[in-house]
Nanobody, 120 residues
Framework: VQLQASGGGLVQPGGSLRLSCAASGIIFSIKTLAWYRQQPGKQRELVARLSTDGGSTNYADSVKGRFTISRDNAKNTVYLQMNSLKPEDTAVYYC??????????????WGQGTQVTVSS
């Protein structure tokens, strides 16, 4: 299984970006899709998480009301819509997912990271 993240880039403060992360390989089901970010000199932190069992979401306090996590089941893709971006959102963003190739075991996978830079 591979997770391929895309959509990062340079954006001005107040702008928007949408990150995408597509899962490929032998996939029976996916649960707990998430986005994390890592800023220079800091630990990786959870930004947003989506549980495919019920569809519940949770967000870091710093992004609530500005970021939205969603998924496209048919494409095995998770998105992160980021609005009202701030310089402090600058980081490398990683997608993460629990993927099962069958119906009873899950493994955790990381995407390769995509750089988001918010600067004027």
């Amino acid at each position: 299984v591979q997770l391929q993240a895309s959509g990062g880039g340079l954006v001005q403060p107040g702008g928007s970006l949408r990150l995408s992360c597509a899962a490929s390989g032998i996939i029976f089901s996916i649960k707990t899709l998430a986005w994390y970010r890592q800023q220079p000199g800091k630990q990786r932190e959870l930004v947003a998480r989506l549980s495919t069992d019920g569809g519940s979401t949770n967000y870091a306090d710093s992004v609530k009301g500005r970021f939205t996590i969603s998924r496209d089941n048919a494409k095995n893709t998770v998105y992160l819509q980021m609005n009202s971006l701030k310089p402090e959102d600058t980081a490398v963003y990683y997608c993460n997912a629990d993927v099962s190739p069958n119906s009873y075991t899950y493994e955790n996978y990381w995407g390769q990271g995509t750089q988001v830079t918010v600067s004027s």
